[in-house]
Every structure is written in structure tokens, then in C-alpha cells.
């Protein structure tokens, strides 16, 4: 089942897609982390034991997906350092290819949320992520 679900959406534009069972529960085409922060923010709590897709599954990623309460996730790229995190959770993954760690667009360096979510726990991330997300609002209002 999923199988067809993940072609479908890998032709799609979406960035993200969590499933409940066959029933999507939440989309978005956002880049990066933005639609699973929005997903944790918004839905996760109603859901459990969902099934993750998403374009690229880095650690940072891995690690919003276990506190989303994911049992699966299916990506066309993903890291080594995701599949660690994955597994010492107890997380099927899927990848289409597999490289040591997600890279900026321009191929320089490691990216900067990969590099930020290294020996890191889901929860210990999520904060870090949240403060980041913070920290320009607060700003324009000093």
C-alpha cells in the first residue's frame, strides 16, 4: 500500500505527507523542517504510530519524526546519521539512496540542521529548533 502512496508522492510537489493508516492527515510543500515542525505543532498530538514521507530524511528530520510518534518514514534521500537514529528508535525506514549525511544545496558542506542535530536527542532538538524559530520574532519586538 504504501508502496503506491510513496510513488505518488514523489511526483508530487509536495515536501511532506504523514499518513494515519491509507488516510493523509497532513501535507505540505514547504522547504526543509518547516512541515514537520508544523506537523509536531499542529497534528502530531491527535496521531500515533504515523507514516512519514518526506524528500529528504536527515537526522534532523529522523529526529522530528520520532517525536511525531512515526512508525515508518519513506524518502527518496536519506543519511547515514538519520538511519542510526531511526533505528535505536525502533523506526522502519525507507530510502531510495542513502548517503553519509545531507549536504547543502551547493554541495560545500555538511547542512547546517544536520551538523545542529548530531548527539542530539528528538526532544533536546525540538527545543532547539523552537528557539531558533523564536529568536527572530523576539527580536522585532525589542
Known amino acids: 500500500m504504501y508502496a503506491s502512496l510513496f510513488h505518488k508522492f514523489l511526483v508530487s510537489e509536495d515536501t511532506l505527507r504523514v499518513y494515519d493508516g491509507d488516510r493523509l492527515v497532513f501535507s505540505s510543500n514547504k522547504d526543509r523542517l518547516l512541515p514537520l515542525l508544523e506537523y509536531l505543532d499542529h497534528f502530531a498530538p491527535q496521531y500515533q504510530q504515523v507514516v512519514v514521507f518526506d524528500k529528504i530524511m536527515g537526522n534532523a528530520a529522523a529526529l522530528l519524526s520520532v517525536k511525531a510518534g512515526c512508525r515508518a518514514v519513506y524518502s527518496s534521500l536519506g543519511s547515514q546519521l538519520a538511519i542510526k ?24 558542506d555538511m547542512c547546517p540542521m544536520e551538523k ?9 532538538f525540538y527545543e532547539v529548533m523552537m528557539n531558533l524559530i523564536d529568536e527572530p520574532r523576539s527580536k522585532k519586538m525589542s
Do not use: A
Not at 531511526?86 to 531510495?96: C, D, R, S, V
Open 116 to 124: 545542529l542535530s548530531i548527539g542530539k536527542e528528538p526532544e533536546e
Open 85 to 108: 537514529t531511526l533505528e535505536k528508535h525502533g523506526i522502519e525506514y525507507h530510502f531510495t539512496e542513502i548517503v553519509p549525511h545531507i549536504q547543502k544545496p551547493d554541495g560545500t
